[in-house]
């Protein structure tokens, strides 16, 4: 009995030395793995980074920005569907484990000591609470002491942090495949919902993600990632999360995405979205823009932006397509092989619709059979259906050889199998022919337009450019151009401000510049040669008379205009050449329509702007555009007939509010009856003016109703000249865009004409003297005037007088050059 007693102690002597030994080992490597764990406290604050999105002004989305796309749901956002997916494919008993599941290792131990030395990658028998160490602190290194630390760890964090803290960075951080990080992001970029908005089917397949997000591509690996989805779908059965017919429905749905881009999802948007982005950029930098998680409301109005790109695009097409037909885009091979394959591969414009890619396939006098451009599935596979259509003659009778050749008779002048084209619906009477459809091509030539609030400067619609596809420069803020004419209402503007009146008498007729060095410069009218004589300040901004610019300059002075011109936004500095006056200096549509929108504003300064608010991630305004003060609008007792809110303006004053309506009163006279007439079709009150630059390189129009303001301009990227004569003219072109425009932007809006400001007197004259009229008087009109600009009832010409010894010009004489009506006297000199 002594010799098993003894043998017994020394057995437990021996068990407690080893557990001991073993304590103490342990001690030893729970210190060593500790005092490199990474500190956790930054956990707290934690700020992932965080997509920013835009929205247009309706509340739709413009745009997404971000390195990495996702948005951060706290875990109350989450629903408990989402949830249980996730721990239902991950860790089923994450509420009952302290960070680490034991069963879980054993299982994994087990099953790499049977797979030692196969090459297979040891299953992981970590935790959410581990993957949330690993994923925040460590790389995905297959080691022990990765496992260990990270063990180490996820107990740490389980002393700090709740579960359900833990379960939130988990879900927002995971990445998830095609990009995303974190539920929010996937449940959008695999189906454009909200994670509220997920069915079981949907839920389950996110939760499959995680382990394999690469593996698990729907469209490469579908069975794969179905059978891994319905996986999921048995465990939340399992453990009782959902219903039989709830699994039974969720392993029959079909596993189908859609494809969620994060670039402009606003269609024709595309060119304000990145006008936007590098707003954001300039004003915060890269990592608030890519990382910070604003929440951006910008100006842009949809329905006004789809209406300026339809114009503006049909506009440039028109014009492109009377220049004739240039050939097809790129020629395919089709002996052989699938051309639909072939077809995919030739890089097409994704922001033309309805236009789309398409290969002639044969071609006859009467027609020619297109296939059209087959689309790709998610992950980039070519759909396998083909589509194909008709071109008839009706659809290519436009085409004719560039240089102005005869139009074509037959298909097969225009078009042979192989040819790569753009292809839309070919309408008759208002309505799409079924099966038919009318060649297009890619106009050469380009422009821009932007739709501007007066009252705020908030840009309503912005085309840069055909197809922001093809090329991402904005000519709306980006192309500098001349402006021609539509600067003259500035220089009419600086001398209304400074005395003249809109009946002030000018001289239509030669004049000569001596510029030194023997150069003179001789500046003509568009109508080659012919003058009016004197003509008062209307009549010459109504016709664009160059003449009477030049000398108006002259006279008023070169560097007025300029300090005018700044004021108003058009130049940072313009040279005191009299030639400026008439438009040579380079300038943006964006600046024009801000410097119309002033004149429109009742020449109040009008800063313009793409955003009316940002905020950051929790919701706060960093930024927002309107400075008005609102007197009274924060009343928090409600209505009690107090007095309204009040609006105080405190922006300077650019123009005499006088001035501006007297501007805009004369170029309402260009709309009716001057350069731009086709305007007049609106039927509504429109004040605005044209604009041509020497050769005709730039065709311009800027106008305005009392509440939206336009300015375009066409031309080609390297200027040439678009054309001879009147077939090139800003009236012609660009103003027949704005026409279209108008009648689609003010359908819905009544007649508004614009408001005359106290102060203004209308005076009966005599359109073509500028002097006094009386009622029933052949082409008399209501004049603008300041007090105290009214005219007198005659003129007066020194050294010619009549019988009471005043001065007098005789009719049709044409004073010589240089000679000026002076504002308020009646005098010429």
Not at 254 to 275: I, K, M, Q
Not at 396 to 418: D, F, H, M
Request: some cysteine.
């Amino acid at each position: 009995m002594r010799l098993v007693a003894r043998f017994l102690g020394f057995l437990f002597t021996i068990g407690t030395v080893l557990f001991l030994a073993g304590v103490a080992t342990a001690a030893a490597m729970i210190w060593h793995f500790s005092k490199d764990l990474p500190d956790y406290s930054q956990l707290q604050d934690y700020e992932p980074p965080v997509m920013t999105r835009i929205h247009a002004g309706d509340g739709s989305l413009l745009g997404e920005y971000a390195k990495e796309r996702r948005l951060y749901l706290p875990i109350q956002a989450v629903p408990k569907l989402v949830i249980n997916a996730f721990l239902a494919a991950e860790d089923k008993n994450f509420y009952q484990h302290g960070g680490i599941d034991y069963s879980g290792m054993a299982r994994a131990g087990l099953l790499y000591i049977q797979n030692f030395g196969s090459n297979r990658r040891p299953q992981g028998a970590s935790t959410i609470t581990q993957q949330v160490a690993k994923n925040f602190f460590f790389t995905n290194e297959v080691s022990f002491n990765r496992k260990i630390k990270e063990a180490l760890l996820a107990m740490r964090l389980e002393r700090t942090y709740s579960k359900d803290k833990i379960l939130e960075l988990y879900l927002n951080e995971i990445y998830l495949g095609q990009g995303a990080y974190g539920i929010a992001a996937a449940s959008l970029v695999y189906f454009d919902k909200s994670v509220n908005e997920l069915t079981v089917a949907e839920a389950a397949y996110l939760a499959a993600l995680p382990k394999m997000p690469g593996t698990l591509n729907p469209v490469r690996n579908h069975d794969r990632a179905v059978e891994r989805r319905n996986y999921v779908v048995d465990r939340l059965l399992e453990n009782g999360w959902i219903k039989q017919a709830d699994a039974d429905k969720a392993r029959k749905d079909p596993l189908t995405v859609t494809s969620h881009d994060n670039g402009a999802h606003t269609f024709a948007g595309e060119y304000f979205a990145e006008e936007v982005r590098r707003d954001i950029f300039e004003r915060y930098g890269e990592k608030k823009l890519y990382e910070g998680g604003l929440s951006v409301r910008a100006t842009l109005d949809p329905k006004i932006q789809v209406m300026a790109r339809k114009t503006m695009v049909a506009g440039l097409v028109k014009y492109d397509e009377e220049q004739g037909y240039r050939g097809a885009i790129s020629k395919l091979d089709l002996s052989g092989g699938d051309w639909g394959v072939k077809l995919a591969d030739v890089k097409s414009l994704s922001d033309v619709s309805p236009w789309r890619m398409a290969v002639v396939l044969e071609s006859s006098d009467q027609s020619a059979r297109i296939g059209f451009q087959p689309g790709r599935q998610f992950g980039g596979a070519v759909s396998k259906g083909r589509e194909t259509g008709l071109i008839t003659l009706d659809g290519v009778k436009w085409a004719r050889p560039a240089g102005r050749g005869k139009a074509p008779t037959a298909v097969s002048q225009v078009l042979s199998p192989g040819d790569v084209i753009y292809a839309d619906p070919l309408f008759k009477d208002g309505k799409p022919v079924e099966g038919q459809y009318r060649l297009e091509q890619l106009p050469e030539v380009s422009g821009a337009m932007v739709a501007m609030e007066p009252q705020t400067g908030r840009v309503l619609a912005m085309v840069g450019g055909f197809s922001f596809d093809q090329s991402q420069f904005n000519r709306a803020t980006q192309a500098y151009r001349q402006p021609g004419s539509t600067f003259k209402p500035i220089v009419y503007s600086t001398a209304l401000d400074n005395g003249y009146t809109p009946a002030s008498i000018m001289v239509d007729g030669p004049i000569e510049i001596d510029q030194g060095q023997g150069n003179v410069w001789r500046p003509e009218n568009f109508s080659n040669g012919k003058y009016q004589g004197p003509t008062t300040l209307r009549n010459a901004l109504k016709h664009s008379l160059n003449t009477v610019s030049v000398r108006l300059a002259q006279d008023i002075g070169m560097p007025l205009i300029s300090e005018y011109a700044r004021r108003f936004g058009i130049y940072d500095e313009l040279p005191n050449y009299l030639s400026y006056a008439l438009g040579t200096g380079e300038t943006t549509v964006m600046r024009m329509v801000t410097a119309y929108s002033m004149i429109a504003n009742g020449g109040r300064r009008v800063k313009p702007t793409l955003i009316d608010r940002i905020q950051d991630r929790y919701g706060h305004t960093i930024f927002r555009h309107d400075s008005r003060e609102c007197r009274g609008c924060d009343a928090s007792d409600g209505w009690k007939n107090q007095t309204e809110p009040q609006l105080v303006d405190r922006r300077e004053q650019v123009l005499d509010v006088l001035t501006a309506y007297q501007i805009t009163s004369m170029m309402e006279d260009v709309v009716q009856h001057g350069t731009a007439i086709v305007v007049r079709e609106v039927g509504k009150p429109i004040a605005g003016k044209t604009g041509t630059t020497n050769e005709a390189k730039d065709v311009w129009f800027v106008g305005f109703s009392p509440n939206l303001v336009v300015g375009i301009y066409m031309g080609y990227d390297k200027p040439r000249s678009l054309g001879r004569g009147n077939e090139a003219t800003g009236g012609r072109l660009s103003g027949t865009i704005a026409r279209d425009f108008f009648k689609l932007a003010l359908a819905d809006k009544p007649p508004t004409p614009f408001q005359i400001p106290a102060g203004i007197k209308l005076v009966l004259v005599d359109s073509k003297t500028g002097m006094r009229a009386s009622p029933g008087d052949p082409g008399a009109i209501r004049e603008a005037f300041k007090p105290g600009t009214a005219p007198p009832d005659n003129y007066s010409n020194i050294g010619v007088a009549d019988a009471d010894g005043r001065g007098m010009m005789p009719p049709g004489d044409v004073p010589d050059s240089g000679t000026i009506m002076r504002p308020g006297t009646g005098g010429l000199y």
